[in-house]
């Protein structure tokens, strides 16, 4: 199996997600459950959306997204698969994917040993389709790292809004984006800051978590994974 670094596997993905919302805006999450359900009527790849039904959602979001193959223990032909699913729904939607599929198939996806990863149960919530628009305005933002007051403004809502997500999940996501600028706070992470006296309390606001960010300039904790 070739060796493609993860962080390199992901930003590929990233791109390619960010080019489908760029051309569908607001339109995406709903276009790309339309798309899902028509491959997998059953839900069988990802169970989790029968849920969705009984709210009345029609519409996933990159936090769903990136979730579905990221959560603890996950068998490393299902993070394949799950991977691999989206990539084809993006494709479908006439999205240039350029060699993804085969990157992620001859990968060996066996290297997350100490990657951060959240708890699946909540964070795939079925959260209203408003909501699932500012995670995707979010997720670009991120990607494209641009940290301005729209940016700041979400961040700091996330405790308080997105149905099913807190700060420490939304920092592991943005992680998981965009690892050249972003630092996570997973359990892990933060038991690492607090001991070398970086930080005694959870950054609340991005006021305060963007002083974290210097340290992540040298990868540290990205090196680590």
């Known amino acids: 199996m070739i060796q493609i670094e993860w962080y390199t596997l992901y930003s590929k993905f ?7 919302y760029n051309t569908y805006k607001s339109k995406s999450g709903e276009l790309l459950y339309e798309t899902y359900l028509k491959k997998d009527e059953k839900l069988e790849i990802l169970p989790w959306l029968e849920n969705f ?32 699913l989206f990539c ?16 992620i198939e001859v990968t060996n996806l066996d290297i997350f040993k100490y990657f951060p990863h959240i708890n699946i149960t909540y964070i795939v919530s079925a ?16 990607y494209m790292n641009k940290q301005n007051k729209r940016f700041e403004e979400i961040f700091n809502k996330i405790n308080y809004y997105w149905f099913g997500v807190r700060l420490q999940s939304a920092t592991i996501f943005m992680f998981w984006v965009n690892s050249n600028q972003f630092l996570p706070l997973d359990k892990n992470t933060y038991t690492l800051l607090r001991e070398y006296e970086v930080l005694n ?18 990868n540290l904790y990205r090196n680590l994974t």
Not at 14 to 20: G, I, R
Not at 201 to 213: C, E, M, N, Q, R
Request: hydrophobic content about 35%; proline content about 3%.
């Open 201 to 218: 309390i959870f950054p609340s606001t991005f006021d305060k978590y963007k002083k974290l960010l210097e340290i992540n300039s040298k």
């Open 14 to 20: 990233s791109k390619c997600l960010n080019e489908f």
């Open 127 to 142: 959260r209203d389709n408003q909501q699932q628009k500012d995670v995707w305005e979010f997720f670009s933002l991120i």
């Open 88 to 103: 084809e729904l993006i494709k479908f939607n006439n999205i240039n994917i350029d060699n993804l599929l085969y990157e």
């Open 53 to 84: 039904n009984q709210y009345g959602v029609t519409s996933i979001d990159p936090i769903h997204i990136f979730a579905s193959f990221n959560y603890w223990k996950i068998p490393v032909e299902t993070r394949k698969k799950r991977m691999q």
